[in-house]
């Protein structure tokens, strides 16, 4: 389905993104994985590592295809600029771009510190904005088209309390999505985003997301927050797997959705049906 192709994706360290890249190389394409490997203060849970990211490209080196890994944070532009120029040394293409890297804070809009804000809208926004810089002037020159998928979130499409920076974020960027795919249409590179529910990944899984759910309880697991995210969709599921979401993505990259741009798809077991 992808064979032949180059694919990119940022936090690409564990989660959402390693699934995508795994997926993305499943189908065929070589891959470009990113991730900043490091600690955001502000962020109320661990993000990926060296050695995830290490295990993310040795998952997709075992399915036959070519990987380029490299630690870059997507606030810098530098750093992805060098990545992608490294990369297109090595492999001479690029065709898609999957912006995916994006962290969560909690707390009302007020009581945020201007460091919260920060650190969310500079990962989640400005690192899209970053990729595509970073990726786009070489997709166009190489004229054969392509596909750019974005990460959003169901809650780019409603609100929420308590994850005002996140939500500002995921409406932003499908706004985005619809701007680049006017933007890039005459280039015949597409532009989509994929707005999930809740995911199986760290994101959710921890103390801090999970005591959300349960308030009553000081260490909450999965097994407890189960039946409160069950209750958030039609389908009788409380969270998707990463897998979910990659299919998605892998789709909205090949050619079966070649004159599909400009669309924010939910995968949400409902939710926004609600």
């Known amino acids: 389905m992808l ?3 180059v694919a990119l994706v940022t936090g690409a360290g564990r989660g959402q993104g390693r699934s995508h890249a795994v997926r993305l190389a499943e189908k065929g394409a070589d891959v470009i994985a990113l991730d900043i490997a490091a600690p955001v203060e502000t962020v109320p849970y661990a993000l990926a590592s060296e050695e995830d990211l290490k295990q993310t490209a040795a998952l997709v080196e075992a399915t036959g295809r070519q990987v380029h890994a490299a630690v870059a944070d997507v606030r810098d532009q530098q750093a992805l600029d ?13 065709d898609i771009v999957v912006g995916n890297a994006g962290v969560i804070s909690y ?10 804000w920060r650190d969310v809208i500079d990962i989640n926004l400005t690192g899209v904005f970053h990729t ?3 990726t786009v002037p070489a997709m166009i020159e190489a004229g054969h088209g392509g596909s750019i998928v974005l990460t959003s979130s169901v809650l780019g499409m409603k609100g929420t309390a308590g994850a005002s920076s996140y939500v500002a974020t995921k409406h ?5 999505t619809r701007s680049l795919a006017n933007e890039l249409g005459p280039h015949r590179i ?10 199986a990944t760290d994101m959710i899984f921890n103390a801090t997301t999970m005591g959300l759910f349960r308030p009553d309880l000081t260490d909450p697991t999965p097994d407890d927050v189960r039946e409160a995210m069950t209750a958030m969709h039609p389908f009788p599921v409380p969270w998707l797997e990463p897998l979910d979401v990659s299919n998605a993505v892998v789709f909205l990259a090949s050619d079966a959705a070649r004159y ?6 939910p995968v949400d077991a409902g ?3 609600r």
């Open 3 to 5: 064979e032949g192709r």
């Open 82 to 94: 060098d990545v992608v120029a490294a990369a297109l040394q090595r492999f001479g293409r690029l």
């Open 107 to 116: 707390g009302y809009t007020w009581e945020m510190s201007d460091q919260q």
């Open 132 to 134: 595509v810089k970073a």
């Open 172 to 176: 932003a960027i499908n706004g985005l």
């Open 190 to 199: 597409r532009a989509n985003s994929v707005n999930p529910s809740n995911v």
């Open 260 to 265: 599909i741009t400009g669309v924010s798809l």
């Open 271 to 273: 939710l926004l049906a």
